[in-house]
């Protein structure tokens, strides 16, 4: 007899997505002609950057010539695309980094997923709350996350809330943890830090032996000077951090997969005898045995992002998500909402009226605007009284779906 692991019993009462449909469903149902407007799910709407496309075009009419033909790959992505992420995203930025320290996948869920196999289970570990959920879930798999508590938080989870009083900037634990999980630009606050902000959380994992795992999938939405685009910025990050980034929402990779796992040289854990294990050889054993490399095809499209033409292109569709959220932002700000993010991420943030909740909020804006958020208290327990708007919708939409708000305010 195959026993289950259990831990995942634990997770069947939270699946936020699966939610929301089931409530829209029912809208639809019983309202059949009223039109939506979607700006709940974190999907992306514009195509392919046409350089992307070009390159892979290409790349399919090498893999029909025997002698262009790619079979597998290397598991940890080809030379090509690990040269031209060094050179672009890291170089730049004064951050030297070696091939062997970048790790292709086929994006960031699944690398923020299971980068938590390389570690204990009985480790400590934190999150910024509201979160990504991907974080708390994945540990809750491997029984990191302890047992729920009744008011829905996980006993061995360090919540490190992030609230309009804190101006989304949480405060570093007053203990030591483990493991700490940091998306910057935030999903869902669309919060940045700082230089200095995110060095006290540098600090803070020097100082504790902390691993901190940083989510860096909207880096390319950053506008403001000040704001570091990788923690390998700050001065000893190196020591304590892997960075993980992704092509989905910079190039509108969520369907093509595509993304990439920093391990530099100098990160290790430790066993329980105190020896120091260095986590990029154990990274790649990883991949090397549970992944079989991304597609040659997929790593040329993400190759040609780094080209003149993929920049500019590239550049085109944030502006445009960015348009949109600027639009989103002044007008919300107009119909008397409190809103944050959408200055350095796709992302905003709204409070609900006054003691109103995430879930009635967003029955409110389904039933009588017809818009689709999505509950801020699904992201953890400090989003509730929030909710999730994102940028990545048509202009138009956003345009309708500000109007319709705005004449219920
Ligand atoms: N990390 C964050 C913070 C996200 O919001 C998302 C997707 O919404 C992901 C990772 C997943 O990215 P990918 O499409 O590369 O798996």
Known sequence: MALVNEHFLKLQSNYLFSDIAKKVNAFKVTHPKQPLIRLGIGDVTRPLPPACIQAMHKAVDEMADMDTFHGYGPEQGYEFLIEAIIKHDFAPLGVSLSPSEIFVSDGAKSDTGNIGELLRWDNSM???????????????????SGVREPDGTWSNVTYLPCTAENHFIPSVPDHRVDLIYLCYPNNPTGTALTHEQLKVWVDYALKNDTLIVFDAAYEAYIREPDIPHSIYEIRGAKKVAIEIRSFSKTAGFTGVRCGYTVIPKEITAATLGGERIPLNPLWNRHQCTKFNGTSYITQRGAEAVYSPEGQRQVRETIDYYMENARIMRTELQNSGFD?????????????????????????????????????????????????RLTAFGRRDDCIEAMQRIRSHS
């Open 126 to 144: 934190g999150v910024t709350d509201p979160v990504y959920p991907v974080y708390v879930d994945s540990n809750i798999m491997c029984g990191r």
């Open 339 to 387: 809103v944050y993010g959408g200055t350095n991420a796709p992302y905003l943030w709204l409070k609900a009226p006054e003691g109103m909740s995430s879930w009635k909020f967003f029955d409110h804006l389904l039933y009588n605007m017809n818009i689709v958020g999505t509950p801020g208290v699904g992201f953890g327990p400090s989003g509730e009284g929030y909710l």
